[in-house]
């Protein structure tokens, strides 16, 4: 039989719009708690959709049937105004096309030429991170962000693009999100955005960050090939010989950018953030990279031996996954265990949502490391634990930002020990990513040296 899917009124989840817009997450989790793990809602009163934790269900839109969902008009249209469009805002063939060329700046053999160029960006920015925090408490959350995205940015352009360009790029970035998250919560704001003037400053500012990145791509047209992800992108060549025009290969570019930096520097935040209550983790982490890295810098090739760290970064994204949602649309009819989908449905995967479920999870709300060794993993729930997505969708830069967050590990967790500033309020805000509200204050200090492995001074 059909499952009957309960519903929220249009009404409610219109009262629910102030809420929604302050924290989705908890609203969202309020009514699995009343529902069950499917029901409809109406986001800002307006867009019907199906939420869901159901691992089957998320099986069948993102992965076993995913050819009839794409990605909701609202995101695409949303995403493709401020990003251009590119691997995030397409779909189809144009898609996949995309996808093969792009994959190949991701392969082992190009993570291991960029491993040399993200360890360069590390040193120097920790030069910064180091004095900053010798003067005292910092918020560990915008100083992630910047050594993330410095490392992206150079994987990306090589060492040539000035910091200054980077920073108005991140800030625009930032800025854009934000405001794309309020027009997708409260949609009957949008005509106010556009009379207001709003929408054409967040257009404005968008625009010169574009300009910045296209100039560079134009200028490095006519220079020597580097061997960065630019060089790949301006080198790839579709089944016609043809190659991307400068507008595609600033999208992606953009895009890259954008999706490239936030999966680390989140997960980097709120485990910096978990570790400070668990000591236990923090030496069993260090004494894993003194194991196997003694006082050499980290390479893609060392990822598959860091087991317990892999373990603790995926338990944190677990806890906190950066991407709390993502929606698709249904191209057709469907039908996911029991659950009719209609043609034309939206559907949400609530990610945050199965991550904390009880039902698939023993005590959620605990960070537990070792729900992730290789006896327990086999335990699982599938479709229960998605910090990358799923399906032919999935993260394409799952293993980049997989190294990024054990290269920046590997410096800081042996270099400082650190610890919360007292009397402070950690709470996540929902964006387009789950960011901390109010940030993570932090103090570090020098570690105290021991004999195995201690990184130099060379690294801060």
């Known amino acids: 039989m059909p499952q009957s899917v309960p519903a929220v009124s249009r009404f409610q989840s219109f009262m629910d719009s102030r809420a929604m817009a302050h924290n989705p997450v908890q609203v969202l989790t309020n009514y699995i708690e009343l529902h069950g793990d499917t029901f409809r809602f109406y986001f800002g009163g307006v867009k019907e959709a199906i939420v869901t934790i159901n691992p089957v269900v998320i ?6 049937n995913s050819e009839n969902y794409y990605k909701s008009e609202i995101q ?70 910047k050594i993330t995205f410095a490392m992206v940015g150079r994987s990306l352009f090589g060492a040539r693009l000035r910091e200054e360009d980077i920073d108005l790029i991140s800030l625009a970035i930032s800025t854009v999100q934000e405001f794309m998250v309020r027009q997708t919560i409260q949609p009957y704001l949008n005509p106010w955005y556009a009379v207001s003037g709003e929408l054409g400053r967040h257009e404005e500012m968008r625009a010169r960050a574009f300009g910045v990145l296209l100039d560079y791509i134009q200028r490095r047209r006519k220079e020597a090939p580097g061997h960065d992800l630019l060089q790949i992108l301006m080198d790839a060549r579709y089944s016609d010989g043809h190659g991307m025009s400068d507008e595609l290969v600033l999208s992606e570019s953009m895009q890259l950018l954008v999706a490239g930096h ?30 196997v890295l003694g006082d050499r810098p980290l390479s893609y090739t060392d990822v598959p031996k860091f087991e317990f760290t892999t ?57 537990d490391q070792e729900r992730f060794s290789k006896a327990r993993e086999k335990l699982h729930t599938p479709f229960a634990h998605l910090p990358f997505g799923t399906g032919p969708r999935g993260c394409i830069g799952g293993n980049y930002a997989m190294l990024q967050m054990l290269m920046i590990l590997s410096v800081l967790l042996r270099k400082y020990d650190f610890c919360l500033v007292p009397g402070q309020s950690i709470e996540a805000r929902p964006m387009v990513i789950l960011r901390p509200e109010h940030g993570i204050r932090m103090t570090f200090t020098e570690a105290i040296p021991r004999s195995v492995g201690r990184l130099s001074d060379r690294s801060a």
């Open 59 to 64: 099986q069948q839109v993102l992965k076993t």
């Open 76 to 145: 695409k249209k949303r995403m493709g105004h401020f990003l251009g469009k590119g691997l995030l805002t397409t779909e189809g063939e144009a898609w996949r096309k995309q996808r093969r060329l792009i994959q190949t700046g991701f392969e082992r053999k190009q993570l291991e030429v960029l491993s040399s160029t993200m360890q360069d960006s590390l040193t120097d920015s920790l030069r910064d991170f180091d004095g900053q925090a010798r003067l005292g408490p910092v918020d560990i959350y915008p100083l992630m962000m």
């Open 262 to 291: 936030e999966t680390s520097s989140n997960a980097l935040s709120w485990l910096l953030y978990l570790l400070c209550s668990r000591p236990d983790c923090i030496d069993r982490v260090r004494q894993e990279f003194d194991s």
């Open 311 to 367: 373990q603790v970064i995926l338990e944190a994204l677990r806890l906190y996954p950066p991407f709390w949602m993502v929606d698709r649309m249904a191209l057709a009819d469907d039908r996911a265990g029991d659950l009719n989908i209609p043609r034309g449905s939206t559907v949400v995967v609530f990610i945050y949502g199965v991550h904390h479920s009880p039902r698939y999870w023993e005590n959620p709300e605990s960070f």
